[in-house]
């Protein structure tokens, strides 16, 4: 009935045409195709995660360098090693594999795992991808406190959110999941397993932080850690008495029931000469993630934890030889939880 209707366009009615065509474009389902993977984020979309630079270091070892929004911006590498027939730019026929994360301690970085270990050498890691993240010198894979500001360096967001679904989107990662580490890395896995349900399949620490509120002597030593290179060392989770909460969302102890569920491997030495090392070698730091694991494992089966293998091994440092064989040890475990290899 409007056909014949000429129609005037005012410079004010253009404008308001216009602000409604830009609405309705922000506002238009995204298509399925454009979706990253994993759970929708709320709240106001943020840009994430990008890679700037790829570099090919070594047969089946690639480093990206990825810009991240949680780290304020900053750019830091990640290490992969891939499996036989990895090819991200296959869009047509590309294959997400199941992935183990393999997290550093603290003082090391993204290289430490293929530089002091045999990983890249694995043959039952040939049909896994293995993701090797930067997680700072101390960042304890944590969404830093920063006396209540939040903000970089968020480390967990990084890599529970960000590069999940930048790996998962573009670069062959599948959603089947396990997860390792040492030192500061074995309470990351601990952590992410428990902080993230579903995210993994199974968890391993060697040596790890497993309960820093376990005592006095505990909280002092990582206390020290956060302090590293000259650092506030509340920035990270705050007073451990002032910010109990925040301490205790961190710890795997007070985490344990989220763990119950999955298949858990737990190693230490207990701080002295063990066969791996110098003579008269001895580690108090060792002697004290001893004690620390001893508490979490007793409190996974206090709560009903299904599959908990511990290898405390007795005489034994805080050193590379013991978590290179550790790895190995728990790598049927992790990897039957992959179903890789049944």
């Not at 780290?71 to 594999?97: A, C, I, K, Y």
């Not at 074995?186 to 005592?215: C, D, E, I, V």
Request: glycine residues 10%.
């Amino acid at each position: 009935m409007f056909a014949n209707v000429p129609t005037i366009l005012t410079p004010l009615r253009a404008r308001l045409l216009l602000v409604l065509a830009v609405l309705l474009a922000v506002l238009a389902p995204t298509a399925p195709g454009a979706v990253a993977a994993g759970k929708p984020e709320t709240g106001t979309a943020r840009p994430g995660a990008e890679v700037v630079a790829v570099t090919r270091v070594a047969d089946r070892q690639v480093d990206l360098s990825v810009r991240s929004t949680a780290l304020g911006g900053r750019t830091v590498d990640v290490r992969l090693l891939t499996p036989d027939g990895w090819d991200p730019n296959d869009r047509r026929h590309r294959q997400h594999w199941p992935t183990l994360w393999l997290l550093h301690g603290c003082c090391g970085d993204y290289t430490s795992w293929t530089s002091m270990t045999d990983v890249a050498e694995t043959d039952s890691l040939r049909d896994v991808l293995v993701v090797m993240p930067e997680a700072g010198w101390n960042g304890w894979y944590s969404d830093w406190w920063n006396h209540g500001q939040g903000g970089d360096p968020a480390w967990e967001t990084f890599h529970t959110k960000e590069l999940r679904h930048l790996l998962e989107r573009d670069w062959g990662a599948g959603s089947n999941r396990v997860v390792a580490g040492l030192s500061m890395g074995g309470q990351g896995a601990l952590l992410y397993a428990a902080r993230h349900p579903g995210m993994f399949k199974a968890t391993a620490a060697f040596s790890g932080s497993a309960h820093p509120l376990l005592n006095e002597e505990s909280i002092d030593r990582i206390m020290g850690f956060f302090a590293g290179q000259d650092n506030d060392p509340l920035r990270v989770w705050g007073d451990p008495v002032a910010q109990r909460r925040i301490w205790q969302a961190h710890d795997p102890f007070h985490l344990a029931k989220r763990l119950r569920s999955i298949p858990v491997y737990l190693s230490c030495g207990d701080g002295t000469t063990g066969p791996l090392d110098p003579p008269g070698a001895t580690s108090a730091l060792e002697a004290d993630f001893n004690r620390q694991n001893h508490a979490l494992a007793a409190e996974l089966v206090r709560v009903g934890a299904r599959h908990v293998t511990t290898n405390f091994y007795g005489p034994g440092t805080h050193g590379w030889a013991y978590w290179e064989r550790e790895l190995h040890a728990s790598l049927p475990m992790l990897l039957g939880a992959l179903g890789v290899g049944d």
